[in-house]
């Protein structure tokens, strides 16, 4: 239901759309009804064909946020195809109530990330899935106090070659671990997602026993390729995909995230220039839509901490620029765009504090460059 939506926002065919529309309504049916009145959580009973975790069944943590991101995004495909009925209204509803009652049950302060059930299904773990996709499935703002918690918090379960996850230990996921990065980028801590892809997809694609081209299902923390060997895969190691297409997550974050051209906007009519360089000094790339070709280039300035960008869109794009200004030694309260000087205080301000507060601006389709 998500990817329908994404299909609909990337290619802006709403006619599809509409077709599968009451297929769509009736499956939200569904989900909605397995909402626990009581409670107020998704109760999923049993489900153990999950990504290959122990344990998935009950208040689930990833299945409250999957939930509510198939609420939201349901709400935006009705305003879609039009529909008259309400439902936007009352999805987003359904959506409000589950997303505090998610933080009111779930949330650890102590801990600073969510646990991953409730009630008598709890058993005190706290999931990398469910945690990961609380920020990006925007049940938690990646850059407010609790994603920047739950950022932290992932680090804790890092090993040499990539995360251990809580919820299938001594393994490691570069499926949920694709989360896992998006999630830190939207948290404003790129470093840490660049860290991670160096050392998880990096140690794969450098392994001699890889392919050195795709990416693997899963693999051991001690280094050795038997992803759940013990636990459904009976000993069989060459049940393990060596290209497997849910572990290429770094493809969407960093050209969403680190380059920071991403799709706002039905069709890609929208998008947004939010780049986030971490200790890269050189980023370019791009995508095309139906209305044409998107590209952008990074360039840094080592000797004057500038960076220089320049970002191509169609005509009849419009883009929010998002930046993070300061380390220009030039001019830390000023951004050159098009050749043209702007004071900082122009600007609005899109999000956060003090020394990570973000400003943006909107700029018509075309060719532009910026220095800030």
């Known amino acids: 239901m998500i990817g329908l939506y994404n299909y609909a926002l990337f290619t802006g065919d709403v006619e599809f759309v509409k077709a599968q529309w009451k297929r769509h309504v009736f ?28 344990n998935s069944n009950g208040y689930l943590a990833s299945a409250q946020m999957l939930a509510y991101h198939t609420l939201t995004t349901g709400a935006t495909l009705a305003n879609w195809v039009g529909e008259t009925a ?34 008598h299904y709890d058993t005190g773990l706290h999931p990398q899935d469910g945690n990961s996709l609380a920020i990006l499935l925007g049940v938690v703002k990646g850059t407010g106090k609790q994603g920047q918690a739950i950022s932290s918090w992932l680090t804790t379960s890092w090993r040499a070659i990539g995360p251990e996850s809580p919820e299938l230990p001594g393994e490691v996921s570069p499926f949920i671990t694709s989360f896992e990065i998006q999630a830190h980028l939207l948290a404003r801590q790129p470093q840490r997602a660049l860290d991670l892809i160096r050392t998880s997809w990096g ?7 890889g392919t050195q081209s795709t990416m693997i299902e899963g693999y051991l923390t001690d280094g050795t390729f ?25 493809v969407t974050a960093l050209t969403e995230y680190a380059l920071g051209l991403s799709v706002t906007g039905l ?35 080592e000797t004057t901490g500038c960076i220089l960008a320049e970002l191509e869109v169609p005509n009849e ?38 020394d990570t507060k973000t400003y943006s601006m909107i700029l018509p389709g075309g060719t532009h460059t910026l220095e800030y």
């Open 27 to 54: 499956a939200m049916n569904l989900i909605i009804a397995q909402i626990d009145p009581i409670v107020g959580l998704l109760d999923i009973k049993s489900y153990p064909n999950d990504w290959g975790r122990f």
């Open 86 to 119: 309400g439902l936007d209204r009352t999805w987003l509803h359904i959506a409000a109530r589950l997303r505090e009652t998610i933080n009111k049950k779930l949330w650890d302060e102590k801990v600073g990330a969510f646990k991953d059930n409730y009630g």
């Open 203 to 209: 140690w794969y694609l450098n392994n001699e026993n």
């Open 226 to 250: 038997g992803y759940r060997h013990d636990a459904g895969y009976e000993e069989v190691y060459s049940y393990t995909s060596h290209a497997h297409g849910w572990s290429t997550g770094p």
């Open 267 to 301: 069709g890609g009519r929208e998008i947004r220039f939010a780049p986030q360089l971490g200790d890269l000094k050189d980023v370019q790339g791009g995508f095309v839509t139906g209305f044409g070709k998107y590209r952008a280039k990074l360039l840094l300035n």
């Open 317 to 354: 794009v419009t883009t929010e620029v998002v930046l993070l200004p300061g380390k220009c030694k030039t001019g830390p309260s000023r951004v050159m765009v098009n050749g043209r000087e702007r004071e900082i205080g122009e600007l609005d301000v899109a999000d956060g504090q003090e």
